[in-house]
């Protein structure tokens, strides 16, 4: 298989692991809202936190190959992204067990009891650890997966399906948060928030929402400017919308995840540190990683043997 299509494929792979953690990462936001929610146990609120934080870091890691792509190699078809893919989709895998795992144990709790919730929760991190890990390790082949050859400039069509599948992994993200922060609002635990907090939402929402905007503006610009032909000023245009989307997602969830552990903790202290810390991650994720990566491909890139010899020649 070409080197393109095993990326493409790849990007449609992790575009399917993120619309399975949508679901749990919009569960996350809207539960503390729901109106029994003040009555659970403090272990239970506590766990509902720790399972937001295991879904933003999969959110994450399923986000960074599509801007490692964009930042770190241009667009590009090149071995070292579809690694990264393959690396970023593996990692994200756990932290989407655990998620899962105390998610259950947050509802089952609520229903039968501590005992019932921790065997549930206990249940669905071992049925996913053996569907995600343990079933893939027992099959896997001897000597597979060769890594295809690198041809040269990748086509101009395959980086633009590249580009628009890109922008279908990184938007699921945004929806689950922006149906979330549209409902909170009608919510009668949203109105109980102080005012300060009421208006980081918003902001939260309007940030989310220019992401998704940016996110869905490639495939309108594609259909109406250029009529779906292959365009390179379009390529150009479509990429730096995907790249700039990422900021204002990250604004948006940093800001929301803040007001999730103020509902749980009652403390801006903790809230705001949830803040920062979830925006260190996703901004280290989404922008530092590819950057270094980016800095490291040029290093090697200029101590190949082709660029020592040219550099021997002038």
Known sequence: MELGRKLKLALD???????????????????????????????????????????????????????CHQIAYRGEAREGALQTATLFAAVALAPLTLG????????FDAIAGFAVGVIAATGFV????????????ALMQAGGGAMPEE??????????????????????????LLGFQFIATLTRSFHELPSGWQYLHALGLCAVAIAVMLLMTPAA???????????????RIGSRLVIASALPLAIGIALDIAIVFYKITDSDAAAWTACIAAL???????YVYPLQQRGLIGAWASHTPEAEHKTVQH
Not at 42 to 63: D, E, N, Q, R
Not at 155 to 176: D, F, H, N
């Open 126 to 137: 071992a049925a996913g650890g053996f569907l995600f890990y343990g079933l893939g390790l």
């Open 151 to 176: 041809e040269g400039s990748t086509p101009l069509k395959t980086k633009i399906e590249q580009m628009l599948t890109e922008a279908r992994v990184m938007i699921p993200g945004g929806q689950a």
């Open 13 to 67: 792979e992790t575009r399917l692991l993120i619309l399975g953690a949508q679901v749990l990462f919009g569960f996350q936001f809207e539960g503390v809202f729901q109106e029994l929610f003040p009555h659970l146990p403090g272990y239970a609120k506590a766990v509902h936190g720790l399972s937001l934080l295991l879904l933003l870091v999969t959110i994450g890691c399923l986000i960074a190959p599509s801007l």
């Open 100 to 107: 899962l795992g105390a998610s259950a144990f947050v509802v």
């Open 280 to 286: 260190i991650v996703l901004i280290g994720l989404w």
């Open 221 to 235: 610009l594609h259909r109406m400017a250029y009529r779906g032909d292959d365009n390179a000023a379009f390529l």
